[in-house]
């Protein structure tokens, strides 16, 4: 089966930077993806690495070292709008089925 | 275009009733997925539909969940005898394929309370 593990809080300022980590445990890896869900609303797509090393979409970030079974998501120019929940999600397994870790709550002070 | 949608957006019902879930993926997707995310919770994957292929039921959690697409797009989530432990957030997602290469696209839940 799959598992992963990322903190559940962090809490940062406006304007720094901030980086959720994850690890996970899977068979048949083929990809890392991070989803950020506002309170109340639906997940939202933010990125995927299927390859080692950083993909970088604007102020956001993502990382992965297949080697290590590591990645993180780097935020930076926190806004207060980028208050939410931040999953990383693994496609693996012999049905490359989706599994969500259980979220980082991000809160982030004036 | 239209995102996914789902119906109802709330729902309340007494433990031991039936109910039904409904989602309209985006058209053209042929890949459907199910998930429950209970209060403060991750995503728990429950169903997913890949085209005409046989679905992956891998996460249902009982006999009492059950799921169909027709026509390769609507999909109705069916829950029997509930019980107060199936109260939560029920998503639908698709996506172009299956697998998570694709980003998934998620409507906007119903939120299922059991009494």
């Known amino acids: 089966g799959q598992s992963l593990e990322q903190p559940s809080e962090v809490t940062a300022v406006e304007g720094a930077i901030v980086q959720i980590n994850c690890t996970y445990q899977?068979?048949?890896?083929?990809?890392l993806s991070w989803y950020q869900q506002h309170d109340g609303g639906a997940p939202t797509f933010l990125s995927y690495?299927?390859?080692?090393g950083l993909e970088e979409t604007g102020r956001f970030s993502s990382f992965l070292s297949r080697s290590d079974s590591y990645g993180y998501l780097l935020l930076q120019e926190l806004q207060m709008k980028d208050s939410a929940s931040y999953f990383c999600?693994?496609?693996?397994?012999?049905?490359?089925?989706?599994?969500f870790g259980s979220g980082t709550q991000l809160t982030v002070l004036p | 275009g239209a995102g996914v949608s789902q119906s109802p957006s709330n729902k309340v019902t007494e433990k031991g009733k039936d109910v039904e879930l409904r989602c309209d993926p985006i058209?053209?997707?042929?890949?459907l997925y199910w998930y429950r995310q209970s209060l403060g919770q991750g995503l728990e994957f429950l169903i997913y539909?890949?085209?005409?292929?046989?679905?992956?039921k891998s996460g249902l959690p009982s006999d009492r969940f059950s799921a169909e697409r027709t026509g390769g797009s609507v999909s109705t989530l069916t829950i029997q005898r509930t019980q107060q432990e199936d109260s939560a957030v029920y998503l639908c997602?698709?996506?172009?394929?299956?697998?998570?290469?694709?980003?998934?696209?998620f409507g906007p839940g119903t939120r299922l309370t059991v009494t």
């Open positions: 997602a698709s996506s172009l394929v299956a697998g998570g290469v694709d980003e998934q696209y």
């Open positions: 690495n299927a390859l080692d």
């Open positions: 899977t068979s048949g890896f083929y990809g």
């Open positions: 058209s053209g997707h042929t890949a």
């Open positions: 539909f890949q085209g005409n292929s046989a679905p992956d």
């Open positions: 999600a693994v496609t693996g397994g012999s049905a490359r089925q989706l599994t």
